[in-house]
């Protein structure tokens, strides 16, 4: 399977514990985006990186949110210090620099529920 | 309000209906316009996208664009149980997608 993955699909944690995803976008893509997706709503943009570097950080990535992408390959989202409110679909999305902007693949997402 | 407003539904039709699915938008410089489809537990993905006003089609489904009014609609002819799905609509800022709420829509066989 060539297109986006992302590790774990589902996770549940107790408030107060940090976290880490993990997302593997498609191989020839530049450029990796994070999305957070609550309850009966559209994605929310959270960050974007084009190779290693992060261009882009929305105002909804607190400051308990750091994403990486040490090597422009893989990235990982990690939240610390996990509040209820932190509960969502983490989406991870990958295109090439030179594609438009609705040629975003996406992965399957992470399930975080924080109890 | 949101930068794009979708009516989040469910909506429910029997097996072979037209679908009408739409959104409005705010932010004039939108370019671009999708529609994504997501079923439950599975990320969004691409059905049709739209640059500008003006109609696209791709089998059973159309999109249409006004720019005027800012409305955008998608259309599913000949609908089926495995077009239920939450269907989202979308416009472009620079490399960022903005979303709306996303339509649950229900086929019924």
């Known amino acids: 399977d060539t297109g986006v993955s992302q ?15 993990r997302c593997d976008p498609i191989s020839e893509h530049n450029r990796l985006y994070w999305y957070r997706q609550t309850l009966g709503q559209g994605p929310e943009f959270l960050t974007y990186f084009q190779n290693e570097a992060q261009l882009e950080k929305s105002r909804l990535l607190s400051d308990r949110f750091s994403a990486e992408r040490p090597k422009g390959s893989f990235s990982t989202l990690e939240i610390q210090r996990t509040e209820q409110g932190d509960s969502a679909m983490y989406l991870c999305a990958s295109s090439h620099s030179s594609g438009r902007v609705y040629e975003q693949y996406f992965g399957p997402g992470t399930r975080l529920t924080v109890t | 309000q949101k930068e794009v407003e979708q009516d989040p539904g469910p909506l429910s039709v029997p097996e072979g ?93």
């Open chain 2, 17 to 109: 209906a037209i679908v009408s699915l739409n959104c409005t938008y705010s932010n004039s410089a939108f370019q671009y316009f999708m529609w994504y489809r997501q079923y439950s537990r599975k990320g969004p993905e691409l059905l049709m996208y739209t640059y500008s006003s003006g109609n696209k089609e791709d089998g059973r489904f159309t999109a249409q664009v006004d720019k005027s009014s800012k409305y955008i609609s998608l259309f599913i002819r000949d609908s089926q149980p495995s077009d239920s799905a939450t269907y989202l609509c979308a416009g472009d800022s620079n490399y960022q997608l903005i979303w709306g709420a996303g339509t649950k829509l229900i086929i019924k066989p």
């Open chain 1, 7 to 21: 590790d774990p699909r589902h996770k549940i944690t107790k408030r107060g514990q940090n976290v880490t995803f």
